[in-house]
């Protein structure tokens, strides 16, 4: 349960203003409410209609169980990582994807702290642990990339572990490449407000609240820090054969029809039926740090 004694309201800078925000008040300021869906120059007006998103959705998850079939019969492995900004919307993407797999074969994978023992490891050993065998799938919410963001930021590893990192990845990916693992690499992002609107409700819905972590609130103050971790990680792990998925995700719903959209036009599987798939929105989803700019 997260701690919520105390006075925690602290001064944002939005864009060329002071903000007061006190995620423990129980009214959420004008100038959060007003502006999330918007934040982030995100390209629409509206939340995507509920009846239209489950209608589709549906279609989509009907194609998912499809590919889950000829990666049983093909021996295949699949792989996607999903980071983000915190609450982007990372779990509830991954679940749309995985609620009607055979739980067998398909795996949601979310590591917490290491161990002492994973601590004295190769930074990737435990996560190459959980890996997809023949005919798998398995989704990363939230992967080796902590070293990429959440670390230096809030101190948990070195400068020298950081560019280390850094350096590393790239290979290591290659390796993943040349295994022959179909592998998705999605970043999740939300503007400012948005995340604070979430943030706020986590708070206030006592089914929500275990999201809200001591962290989320550490970071408050850390937008800009964040964002330049996360250009210098885009920039620089966007490669060819393992490129990122950039995805718009102030609308969750509109973010959760484009990651399953894209994952099936990428692959060649048995009794695709393409016009259930649909078109990616190219507004919503894009590729590398270009995407963002």
């Given at each position: 349960?997260?701690?919520?004694?105390?006075?925690?309201?602290?001064?944002?800078?939005?864009?060329?203003?002071?903000?007061?925000?006190?995620?423990?008040?129980?009214?959420?300021?004008?100038?959060?409410?007003?502006?999330?869906?918007?934040?982030?120059?995100?390209?629409y007006?509206?939340?995507?209609?509920?009846?239209?998103?489950?209608?589709?959705?549906?279609?989509?998850?009907?194609?998912?169980?499809?590919?889950?079939f000829?990666?049983?019969?093909?021996?295949?492995?699949?792989?996607?990582?999903?980071?983000?900004?915190?609450?982007?919307?990372?779990?509830?993407?991954?679940?749309?994807?995985?609620?009607?797999?055979?739980?067998?074969?398909?795996?949601?994978?979310a590591?917490?702290?290491?161990?002492?023992?994973?601590?004295?490891?190769?930074?990737?050993?435990?996560?190459?642990?959980?890996?997809?065998?023949s005919?798998?799938?398995?989704?990363?919410?939230?992967?080796?990339?902590?070293?990429?963001?959440?670390?230096?930021?809030?101190?948990?590893?070195?400068p020298?572990?950081?560019?280390?990192?850094?350096?590393?990845?790239?290979?290591?990916?290659?390796?993943?490449?040349?295994?022959?693992?179909i592998?998705?690499?999605?970043?999740?992002?939300?503007?400012?407000?948005?995340?604070?609107?979430?943030?706020?409700?986590?708070?206030?819905?006592?089914?929500?609240?275990?999201?809200l972590?001591?962290?989320?609130?550490a970071?408050?103050?850390?937008?800009?820090?964040?964002?330049?971790?996360?250009d210098?990680?885009?920039?620089?792990?966007?490669e060819k054969?393992?490129?990122?998925?950039?995805?718009?995700?102030n609308?969750?719903?509109?973010?959760?029809?484009?990651?399953?959209?894209?994952?099936?036009?990428?692959?060649?599987?048995?009794?695709?039926?393409?016009?259930?798939?649909d078109?990616?929105?190219d507004?919503?989803?894009?590729?590398?740090?270009?995407?963002?700019?």
């Amino acid at each position: 349960m997260v701690d919520v004694t105390g006075s925690r309201a602290v001064d944002l800078r939005i864009g060329d203003k002071i903000r007061r925000f006190d995620i423990d008040d129980p009214k959420l300021p004008d100038w959060v409410e007003d502006n999330a869906l918007g934040s982030g120059r995100y390209p629409y007006d509206d939340k995507m209609d509920e009846d239209k998103y489950e209608k589709q959705l549906e279609k989509l998850q009907i194609e998912l169980v499809k590919v889950q079939f000829w990666l049983k019969s093909t021996g295949k492995r699949l792989m996607a990582l999903f980071e983000g900004r915190d609450a982007a919307g990372k779990g509830g993407t991954i679940f749309s994807i995985h609620a009607y797999l055979n739980p067998r074969s398909a795996r949601v994978v979310a590591l917490s702290k290491p161990t002492e023992t994973e601590a004295g490891q190769w930074y990737f050993q435990r996560y190459i642990a959980h890996f997809p065998t023949s005919g798998e799938i398995v989704l990363f919410d939230r992967s080796w990339y902590n070293r990429a963001g959440v670390e230096p930021v809030m101190g948990f590893c070195t400068p020298e572990q950081y560019k280390d990192f850094m350096k590393a990845v790239p290979r290591f990916e290659d390796t993943i490449f040349d295994e022959g693992i179909i592998f998705f690499k999605f970043y999740l992002d939300i503007g400012r407000e948005m995340q604070l609107k979430r943030f706020h409700e986590r708070r206030h819905d006592p089914l929500k609240i275990w999201k809200l972590s001591p962290m989320d609130i550490a970071a408050l103050n850390k937008w800009d820090d964040y964002t330049e971790k996360r250009d210098a990680m885009l920039e620089k792990t966007h490669e060819k054969e393992t490129p990122w998925t950039i995805v718009r995700a102030n609308d969750k719903r509109r973010a959760r029809i484009n990651v399953i959209r894209h994952m099936l036009q990428s692959l060649d599987y048995d009794g695709k039926d393409k016009s259930a798939i649909d078109e990616v929105d190219d507004k919503i989803l894009g590729f590398g740090p270009k995407f963002l700019k």
